[in-house]
């Protein structure tokens, strides 16, 4: 079952999603050469408890951090490290926190100083792929109508998208009902209605879409050593589309004019 919301239940999740966009915004502005994705993780469960909420992920299934930080060939769930970051890396910052018995989710990829031209159209195209999933989210709309969307913009640009992971619902539980497919036709199962919640998070690669998990048995790689991206936002549904909860204030026009280039393009 895919649960609707209350309004009392959105205020809340709006208040720990915002709670998690202000923090990755913080947290994207650390990932500098010479910084290591440990101090990264630190900082963000500094925040995350300074805010009276606690991160998600912490002992999730045994997960050691409060961010996953996943660079350039690792897709997903990566652990932080010692190794400082240097120049032309890419790096994905996933975090997810819980306030009031509510969760939020997000992520974004930046670039660690000046990144290649492919890097660049890599977190550029995942960006705009979310943006598309996003686009898909409204009333009477499928939830595999996202995943169709994420991948045409993903494919049309060459890149892959990974399979094994997937979005979900949010809410009470990091991951709820449905699953949300970053690929595959649309226009099947489930409709979408005002107050589900989803978390959307494409992975998107730039060579094969094939991964593989580490030792570790957390970080997932991509098996040809190819870069890969992922940018998560949570959004509501809403009456006439959808909110994103993630989204801070300051980034708004940023994200109107990427829901306008997924209208006319
Ligand atoms: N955003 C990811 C997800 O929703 C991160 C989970 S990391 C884990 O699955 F450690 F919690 F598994
Ligand atoms: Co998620």
């Given amino acids: 079952m895919i649960v609707c919301r209350s309004r009392a239940e959105l205020d ?7 709670l998690v966009g202000a923090i990755l915004a913080e947290l994207r502005t650390l990932a500098v050469p010479g910084a290591t994705t440990q101090e990264i993780d630190q900082i963000a469960e500094r925040r995350v408890r300074e805010a009276g909420a606690e991160p998600a992920f912490k002992g999730y299934h045994g997960y050691p951090a409060t961010i996953c930080a996943s660079l350039n060939e690792q897709v997903v769930h990566g652990i932080p490290s010692e190794r400082p970051l240097v120049e032309g890396d890419i790096l994905s910052i996933d975090m997810g926190a819980k306030l009031d018995g509510f969760y939020g989710d997000s992520a974004v990829t930046v670039p660690v100083g000046k990144v290649s031209t492919p890097a660049a159209e890599l977190l550029r195209v995942t960006e705009e ?19 169709a969307a994420v991948q045409r913009h993903a494919e049309a640009h060459g890149f892959s998208i990974v399979r094994e992971f997937v979005g979900h619902g949010i809410g009470t539980s990091l991951h709820e009902e449905p699953q949300i497919a970053n690929y595959g036709p649309g226009g099947r199962g489930p409709r979408l209605a005002e107050g589900m919640v989803l978390a959307i998070e494409p992975m998107v690669n730039a060579g094969r879409a094939a991964v593989k998990v580490l030792n570790d048995g957390w970080t997932a790689v991509t098996k040809d050593g190819s870069l890969s991206a992922h940018f998560e ?3 509501a549904v809403t009456a006439e589309g959808c909110e994103i ?3 801070r204030e300051a980034d708004r026009e940023r994200a109107r004019q990427l829901l306008g280039a997924a209208v006319s393009s």
């Fill in 12 to 18: 809340k999740l709006r208040r720990v999603n915002q």
């Fill in 233 to 235: 936002h949570t959004v």
């Fill in 129 to 147: 792929s979310l943006f598309r999933g996003i686009e898909a989210v409204k009333p009477g709309a499928r939830v595999t109508d996202i995943g």
């Fill in 245 to 247: 909860l993630t989204l």
